[in-house]
Nanobody, 127 residues
Framework: QVQLVESGGGLVQAGGSLRLSCEAS????????MGWFRQAPGKEREFVAA????????LYADSVKGRFTISRDNAKNTVWLQMNSLKPEDTAVYSC????????????????????WGQGTQVTVSS
């Protein structure tokens, strides 16, 4: 069982920045890919970004590409989501998720691919 704890959400004006953190309890953290998803009221959970266990590969949703950056430090069991140039449409509950990877093909954008989830942190962007 891997526990994930997010932090860093809050209220920010449009154009501002926030940095989300997700700390994992797993000691073999580098064996786990990490993803960030978000869910706005009345909408389905959507993919935001993902990063491989080594940190050498990243993937972004088109809607955040160029504005958000995912990164990780395996020594600290932590992954971050740096969010710049925030827009009101970025308002949502942001959750981190993880799955152990073994080299088999998988689809990082899909919710069902992830095994463990954090409780989420609210991000609100005012116009």
């Amino acid at each position: 069982q891997v526990q994930l704890v997010e932090s860093g959400g809050g209220l920010v004006q449009a154009g501002g920045s926030l940095r989300l953190s997700c700390e994992a309890s797993e000691r073999t953290f580098s064996s786990y890919a990490m993803g960030w998803f978000r869910q706005a009221p009345g909408k389905e959970r959507e993919f935001v970004a993902a990063i491989s266990g080594s940190g050498g590969s990243t993937l972004y949703a088109d809607s955040v590409k160029g504005r958000f950056t995912i990164s990780r430090d395996n020594a600290k069991n932590t992954v971050w989501l740096q969010m710049n140039s925030l827009k009101p449409e970025d308002t949502a509950v942001y959750s981190c998720a993880t799955r152990r990877t073994d080299g088999s093909p998988w689809t990082p954008r899909r919710v069902y691919e992830y095994t463990y989830w954090g409780q989420g942190t609210q991000v609100t962007v005012s116009s």
